[in-house]
Structure formats: C-alpha cells, structure tokens
C-alpha cells in the first residue's frame, strides 16, 4: 500500500526540500517507485533541487484546478526511471489549493506511486496544513537551534489535531530528522545534543544529517545529494534514514565526515 | 577570539534546552486549552474596578514563566484620594498558569 510521509518543520531554512530530494532519491534507489511533491505555492524549489527546473511544463495547481492531467505534470527524473517530480506553481499563490482537489490528487498518486513524499512550505498556513493533511506519516526535520525546536514542537501539535488520521482518531506516526548537525559543536556544549532535541520533542529519530559542504554541492548541481555524492556522510545518514522509514530496525549512528590529515587538523578550528 | 574569551566562555546549549523546557511547556498547555493568564487578569482587573475606577493606562502587567511556577503580577495605580491607609499602590500578585495540556 502506498505510503503518504509529509516533509515539515514549520521553520525555514532548516532542510526541508533538500531531505525530500534526498529521501525520496534514496527510495527509489533501493527499487521503490516514488513521488515528490512540491507543496510550496509561490515559492517552487523542489524542482531546483531535483535539477528538474527546464522540464517544468504542468504543476500541482494545474492538476487540482483540472487544467491538465496528473500525468502531464508529472516529470520523470533522468537518473531514476522510477522517480518522478510533481511541481508547484510559482506563479500562483497558496490559495489556488482547494483540500477536495490536493485530496483527488493525492489519491490519484497512491495509485501509482508506493511512496509519496510531500515537501510542505515553511510556516503553519494553508499551504504546511493541506501538505500535511492526507499524510500517513511525518517526516519532522529539526535543526538543534532553539527557534527550529520550539517551530518543530507546534507542528507536532498540529500533526496530531489537523490532519486526516488525526481526525478519525488514529495516531499520527512522527520521526524527527536531525540536520545540519555538527556533532563536534555539540560536543563542546555549543549546540544542542541529539538527546536535548529528543527529550524536548520526544517523537522518534529516524536520522541525523551531519553538516557538510556535499549537501549545498548537490544543491548547486541539481541532484540529491544520494545520487551526487553517494558515499558522503549526509548520503550515508539519508540512505539509513531512508531504511527505517521502511521499518528496519537499525540503530541510528552519525556518519563521519571523512576528512585527510590536514582537514582533521584545521577542521575543527574552521567551523568554530 | 583572544586567550580570556575562550577561558570565559561558558557552555550555551544547556542554557538553551532549559529555555526551551520552559517555554514548550507554557506553550503546549495554551495551545490546547484557553489562554489562562489573559482571563485571569481581565478578572482580576474587574473585581477592582467593582470598587474604585482604574485606569488602564495605569496598569502594569508582568508575567514570568516560569518552572515550577509562573508569577502574574498586576500593578494597579489607585487614587489616592480612596485610600484611608498605606501607600498608594496596591500590587496584586497571582499564580499563573502552570496546568499542562
């Protein structure tokens, strides 16, 4: 059965769209056929980032408005056959999104996809909530700064009251995603520890995403960051978030970044 | 960052879990129920409006969240004129909400 999971944060800038093109690369690399859809009306960068941006003819207004065919919007990607992008429009605003139409569509893609990762906009207005609204799981990506952990904490609150499965009663399994972590800050007590932002939210981890210059690369070259440098440490971790999202259960490790002899020296001092 | 900054520094996140212990737990019980404090103090200022007229330019109203307790601290400026005794200030100190949702 297809599998729903909303990507959201409330806060921006924390790596939503950037974990979306990251897990959803990393589904379909191991077989699955996937989605990924750009909820952000207005604002489309998940097509960006999927180094989609020149194929861009349809998107998800023109699917929920009837204006074209779910089939004409959505864009393959040229790595994955079994990937494929449904963009948001940046030309119209969030209040083109009706719940009955992002509901049709939806449903549409449960047909034809076994998972459907929604990247939901910053923010707790119409655009984050329908996003979130026929989600069967949440994917909350934190960063450990106190604005993204109080931001993260509202919507879990409203994961569990305005969605579908809320409504009817029914739990609203959550994972937080840990990104832009730096392990060696935290361990100087200069960031929140993993613990810290586990204890404040207590939802379960399913990654945590080191820090690294390989995501902004990935970004820049218009590939996830699993299919642009596969065996960094943020590939690893998304690759290993993306196994217990399936449901393996694997003990969460934060993979290294490896660094020669002089990045091991001079590293340190350069990220203080 | 000279020599003495770096002795001087002391661990920040700490102090960040503890802000933010304290304030999610304000935030998850207004989120749920009525906002607590603003009833309360509407009610507090009209029990002592029954008696004398306050001006609300006049008022001062301070909330400290706190854990374990808040404090709801309300200043009012009565009129001198009113008082048989003692200064003309009356401050009225309350407990602010604490129930979590």
Redesign the interface.
């Known amino acids: 059965m297809a599998q729903v999971v909303v990507v959201t944060s409330g806060k921006g800038g924390v790596g939503k769209t950037t974990s979306t093109a990251a897990l959803g690369a990393a589904l379909a690399q191991g077989g699955e056929s996937v989605v990924v859809v750009d909820f952000d009306v207005g604002l489309r960068n998940l097509d960006l980032v999927m180094g989609a941006e020149r194929r861009v003819v349809f998107d998800l207004i023109n699917v929920v408005q009837g204006d074209a065919k779910l089939a004409q919007a959505l864009i393959r990607d040229k790595r994955l056959e079994n990937l494929s992008l449904l963009p948001a429009s940046q030309t119209r605003d969030k209040d083109a999104l009706t719940d009955a139409g992002v509901e049709r569509v939806v449903a549409e893609l449960r047909e034809k996809f076994d998972w459907i990762i929604c990247d939901s906009p910053a923010g707790i207005e119409r655009g984050a909530t329908l996003a979130m609204r026929h989600a069967d799981m949440a994917v909350v990506v934190t960063n450990a700064?106190?604005s993204s952990?109080?931001d993260s904490?509202?919507i879990i609150?409203l994961l569990d009251s305005k969605t579908e499965r809320a409504e009817k009663g029914l739990r609203m399994p959550k994972h937080l995603l840990l990104t832009r972590y730096d392990a060696a800050r935290?361990a100087?007590?200069?960031?929140?520890?993993v613990e810290?932002v586990l204890e404040?939210l207590s939802i379960p981890l399913l990654g945590i995403i080191p820090e690294s210059q390989d995501v902004l690369r990935a970004s820049n070259l218009g590939a996830p960051v699993t299919l642009a440098s596969p065996t960094s440490a943020p590939a690893r971790a998304y690759a290993e978030a993306v196994k217990r999202l399936r449901g393996e259960q694997i003990q969460v490790s934060l993979p290294a970044e490896q660094r020669g002899f002089f990045g091991k020296l001079f590293g340190r001092r350069a990220v203080a | 960052m000279n020599l003495l900054s770096l002795f001087r520094r002391r661990?920040?996140?700490?102090v960040?879990?503890e802000?933010?212990?304290v304030?999610?737990a304000h935030?998850?019980a207004a989120?749920g129920g009525s906002d607590l404090v603003a009833i309360l103090q509407e009610e507090i200022l009209a029990v002592i409006a029954r008696h004398v007229s306050v001006d609300r330019d006049k008022v001062q109203i301070k909330l400290d969240r706190g854990d374990p307790i808040s404090t709801l601290e309300i200043d009012v400026e009565l009129p001198s004129r009113l008082r048989t005794t003692g200064t003309p200030r009356v401050g009225g100190a309350g407990q602010g909400a604490m129930a979590r949702g």
Not at chain 1, 188 to 193: C, I, Q, Y
Not at chain 2, 11 to 14: F, G, K, T, V
């Open positions: 700064e106190v952990v109080r904490d509202r609150g935290a100087r007590g200069e960031m929140l520890k810290d404040i | 661990d920040s996140a700490p960040a879990r802000r933010l212990q304030l999610l935030e998850r989120v």
